[in-house]
């Protein structure tokens, strides 16, 4: 059975333990391969390849960094279908969205960096009267971890391995356990590139053991994680007494505000997006659906219908539009949140059930679900499900909507759908959101920052907001006579 091994100096190599932990196929429910079970030894092998790695990357010129990272991109680009396929495979999203997002992403954030680095300018200061003159220079920091999930997992680990290697620090990097296949093939692909050994170290395992180890290393000075937020906090409890740098991305239950005065056709193709893409499983999905009340009983039919239509099915056929959950665990935490709202009173309007397909008996799939609820502080809409269901019920007013988006503790992104200019400007900046997408949804300008508020984590990613986080500032103060 094949092995996932980790990537350390530029070489694969077996963990310490010789553990293996098993790598299922969702779309079937059978382990299809073995992934090496990385304890603190691997953290520390890898951190030390890093280490050594360190003076010569970080004093390299930007245009060969930027090269590299160019070459890495191509790279992905050539082998977009085979990698597309791994990740179809893996995680159980259709291949058709790992074929047009995830893997075309995962390009783009290595082609991003190496752009933004040359345009990473530092500033300067001149204090006048006082004949002094600052500068502020921007160094890498050193060895820095990257831990990343299993929705969007090449997407989502090369959005922080790219401005990290960009700004000249050297990297040790988990993906999630969950989805480790694409980031294992990075590997081979950043040894093609001419990444030199060490700059890039993949280690791979489970959260409690590789990723604790590279949380809690005294020497690996910032980490850069998204995941859930129950982890988020316990990466923070842990690094906190190391003065480590935190970029935590965390998990979301974003309100969608859809008024009646919103381009409706528009709104509605958009909302079976926004709610069912991946699953559900992308932490900026619009799980919570809150419409004004004059349409609140056309859209609930067109929406129902529409969603009815969606196909449930095998990732690797064309016409599937929800492929399968992440995993078994997951799926029966996703079903436990539909008996959840049963309890609670929720009307389900279609969806709620496990789906068998001919073929793949044992895999993970299920409707995508819209449940109408009577109360928006009921936990079905207050807790994070990250799975194929939405809520929706109506509202009276701009008030009453803003009330119940920002009843959560999270704080992630936002959408809303009408065309009323004042109204777009009073609730984007009302909306507890680190983004607020107005009349779309998912629309990414990398340049832009990325994050959340509250439960959501702490820091921004994107644009130049990430080459601030992988880089120290120090002023230089320069008095003159
Ligand atoms: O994520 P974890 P899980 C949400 C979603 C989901 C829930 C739990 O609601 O149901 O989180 O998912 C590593 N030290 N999101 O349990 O555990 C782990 O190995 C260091 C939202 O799968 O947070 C993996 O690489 N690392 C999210 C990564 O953290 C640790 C996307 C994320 O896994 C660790 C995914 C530890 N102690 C889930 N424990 C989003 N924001 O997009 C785990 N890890």
Redesign the pocket.
């Known amino acids: 059975m094949k092995k996932i091994l980790n990537y350390i100096n530029g070489e694969y190599c077996e963990p310490f333990s010789g553990d293996w932990l098993d790598n299922y196929n969702p779309s079937k429910g059978e382990v299809y391969s073995k992934i090496a079970y990385s304890s603190s030894e691997d953290v520390e092998r890898a951190y030390s390849a890093a280490k050594d790695a360190f003076p010569s990357w970080s004093n390299s010129t930007i245009e060969e960094r930027s090269n590299i990272l160019m070459k890495i991109a191509s790279l992905i680009e050539e082998n977009l279908d085979s990698l597309a396929e791994a990740e179809a495979l893996d995680n159980g999203k259709p291949l058709t969205l790992a074929k047009v997002v995830d893997i075309p992403r995962a390009s783009s954030n290595f082609r991003f960096f190496a752009h933004a680095i040359t345009q990473f300018a530092s500033e300067a200061h001149e204090s006048v009267g006082l004949n002094t003159m600052n500068f502020t220079i921007r160094q890498p920091i050193g060895v820095v971890g990257c831990?990343?999930?299993?929705?969007l997992p090449l997407y989502l680990f090369t959005w922080k391995i790219a401005p990290a290697l960009a700004a000249g620090n050297t990297v040790v990097a988990?993906?999630?356990?969950?989805t480790p296949m694409t980031a294992y093939l990075l590997g081979d692909i950043c040894t093609k590139a001419g990444l030199p050994k060490g700059v890039l170290n993949i280690v791979h395992g489970?959260?409690?053991s590789a990723?604790?180890a590279?949380?809690a290393h005294p020497d690996i000075k910032a980490i850069s994680?998204?995941?859930?937020?129950?982890?988020?906090e316990?990466?923070a409890r842990?690094a906190a007494p190391m003065f480590k740098k935190l970029s935590l991305?965390?998990?979301?239950k974003n309100p969608n505000l859809i008024f009646a005065d919103c381009n409706y056709e528009k709104m509605l193709s958009v909302t079976v997006k926004s709610s069912f893409a991946n699953q559900g499983q992308?932490?900026l999905c619009g799980s919570r659906i809150f419409v004004e009340k004059s349409i609140y009983s056309k859209f609930k039919k067109d929406f129902v219908e529409k969603v009815k239509k969606l196909k449930v099915g095998n990732p690797f056929e064309t016409e599937t539009n929800i492929g399968a959950l992440v995993s078994r665990p997951?799926l029966e935490?996703v079903k436990s949140y539909i008996d959840l709202a049963k309890e609670e009173g929720g009307k389900i309007l279609c969806g709620g059930n496990q789906v068998i397909i001919e073929g793949s008996e044992n895999g993970y799939y299920l409707e995508p679900t819209v449940i109408e609820i009577l109360d928006y502080q009921c936990r079905v809409n207050q807790e994070?499900i990250?799975g194929p269901v939405v809520t929706m019920m109506p509202f009276e007013n701009e008030e009453e909507v803003l009330k119940m988006a920002n009843s959560v503790k999270y704080g992630l992104s936002a959408t809303l759908w009408t065309s009323n200019l004042d109204r777009t400007m009073r609730v984007s900046k009302q909306l507890e959101a680190g983004i607020v997408w107005v009349n779309t949804w998912l629309n990414r300008d990398l340049r832009t920052p990325f994050g959340g508020i509250k439960s959501s984590g702490v820091g921004r990613e994107g644009g130049f907001e990430a080459l601030k986080f992988f880089t120290e500032a120090k002023n230089v103060c320069i008095k003159y006579d």
Do not use: A, D
Request: glycine share 18%; proline share 8%.
């Open positions: 831990i990343s999930p299993w929705n988990k993906p999630s356990e969950v489970t959260g409690p990723g604790q590279i949380v994680f998204t995941g859930g937020t129950q982890t988020g316990h990466i842990t991305e965390l998990g979301g992308i932490c997951h935490k994070e990250f």
